[in-house]
């Protein structure tokens, strides 16, 4: 894979808009310039691609999946970074989750690829969109079975999730707690993700970055809390942690107050019908004048070095 000249880490939900038909055109350009978007997102890598195939968007060279847990190359066709949950705490999880009057249908789980969801109602109409997920007869039995789980995520109301993510904190693993949709809105749900300790999307950020080594650098663009890990990557590196404007307030509070002192910068992201989309293709166009400038720059050393030899 060629180095690359610069890459945007992007959310991918209310961070870009695919729906906007100038959205490949957007990713075209970046990759003739150089540079690449690499998508960093909660969801799975085949809800990633299924979603960008249907909307014939220019498919990334590698995409992000379960807040980091998956790293797939689209080249290779293969896993780059692949961790899996330990199954024996998993079912610690599912059975506290139970014994707390969790309900079994709010339990899903991805491999990486695809998401293992209840073959229940309203879970069907939630993603009744999404090629991506196996419905299960019995969520439970699936879990107790599986060998791949990459992610787990429970849902429910905010204190039953919070004593959830007190317990699996015990079991050292990673967890990230949010508001949710699932499986409707009117619930007003929390949801719990789980994944191996030490996976967030700012290891998966670390990791890309060593592997790749962009030239003239990168930025991380999102707008929940676990964007957090990447935007405080990309302000230790010196780099940009672009927050799109309507975040919530106490999130952009605490980015702005972590990047005081630090070589990094935070920005906000204009919001449009398009979300961050043209910002994108802002940013990209600010890496290539960058570019041009250092080109310049070491252009009028090899001048001036030549000059001197002939003197």
């Not at 969801?43 to 590698?62: C, F, N, Q």
């Not at 073959?119 to 009744?128: A, C, D, F, I, P």
């Amino acid at each position: 894979m060629k180095r690359p000249q610069f890459i945007i880490f992007t959310d991918k939900d209310y961070t870009i808009n695919l729906e906007d038909k100038k959205l490949n055109q957007i990713f075209h350009l970046v990759a003739t310039m150089g540079g690449m978007v690499i998508p960093v997102t909660g969801r799975t890598v085949g809800d990633i691609e299924e979603s960008i195939k249907t909307k014939k968007i220019r498919m990334p060279e590698i995409i992000v999946g379960d807040n980091g847990a998956n790293i797939y190359s689209e080249d290779k066709h293969t896993f780059l970074i692949q961790k899996k949950l330990e199954h024996d705490k998993v079912m610690q999880i599912v059975n506290n989750f139970l014994q707390n009057d969790g309900n079994l249908d709010f339990i899903r789980y991805t491999n990486g690829e695809n998401i293992f969801a209840s073959n229940q109602e309203e879970v069907r109409n939630y993603y009744k969109n999404s090629k991506k997920v196996k419905f299960c007869s019995n969520i439970y039995e699936e879990i107790k079975k599986a060998e791949d789980i990459t992610k787990l995520t429970l849902a429910g109301k905010k204190e039953q999730i919070k004593q959830n993510a007190d317990f699996v904190e015990k079991l050292d693993f990673w967890t990230d707690m949010d508001k949710t949709q699932f499986p409707k809105r009117e619930y007003k749900n929390y949801r719990l993700d789980i994944a191996q300790k030490n996976i967030n999307k700012g290891e998966a950020v670390k990791a890309l970055v060593a592997m790749l080594k962009p030239i003239y650098g990168y930025l991380c663009v999102g707008n929940g809390r676990n964007d957090i890990s990447m935007f405080k990557v990309a302000i230790d590196n010196g780099m940009i942690a672009a927050i799109m404007s309507n975040s919530d307030s106490e999130l952009i509070e605490e980015i702005e107050k972590y990047a005081k002192n630090k070589k990094g910068k935070v920005k906000k992201v204009p919001i449009d019908k398009d979300l961050a989309n043209r910002y994108i293709l802002k940013m990209a166009k600010e890496f290539q004048t960058i570019k041009k400038t250092e080109s310049k720059i070491e252009t009028r050393k090899k001048n001036v070095t030549i000059h001197s030899q002939i003197k």
